[in-house]
């Protein structure tokens, strides 16, 4: 059992990890180096921000804001919404190869 109040804060976006946090998709509270983090984060980490989703060329490439101008938890949540849209497996592996040319 994870004790959310134990540390400062997701490890990936830095804002607290609500003691009643339960992740979308119901599964085990994510840990990112040992700490705990959103499972919205993880994904966001793993697939890049909104703006690189939505617009690689535009924000990633000409803004350097791959999260599109939210901040990095909003960016995760979007992002979490954007993968119940478009969560075929072929999609989203496009989108994590399309990360690996993404710096950010
Ligand atoms: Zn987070």
Redesign the pocket.
């Known amino acids: 059992m994870i004790d959310p109040m134990s540390h400062d ?7 607290p ?1 609500e003691p009643d946090y339960v992740p979308p998709n119901g599964a085990d509270q994510a840990r990112c180096n040992g700490r705990p ?2 499972n ?2 993880m994904v966001r980490e793993a697939l890049g921000g909104i703006g690189h989703l939505e617009d690689h060329a535009h924000w990633c490439g000409q803004m350097g804001d791959p999260d599109g101008g939210r901040t ?2 909003e960016s ?1 949540r979007e992002v979490m919404a954007w993968v119940q849209r478009h969560g075929t497996v072929s999609e989203v592996a496009d989108a994590v190869a399309d990360r690996d040319a993404c710096s950010r």
């Open positions: 804060g997701c490890a990936l976006c830095g804002e990890v983090a959103h919205e984060c990095y938890r995760a």
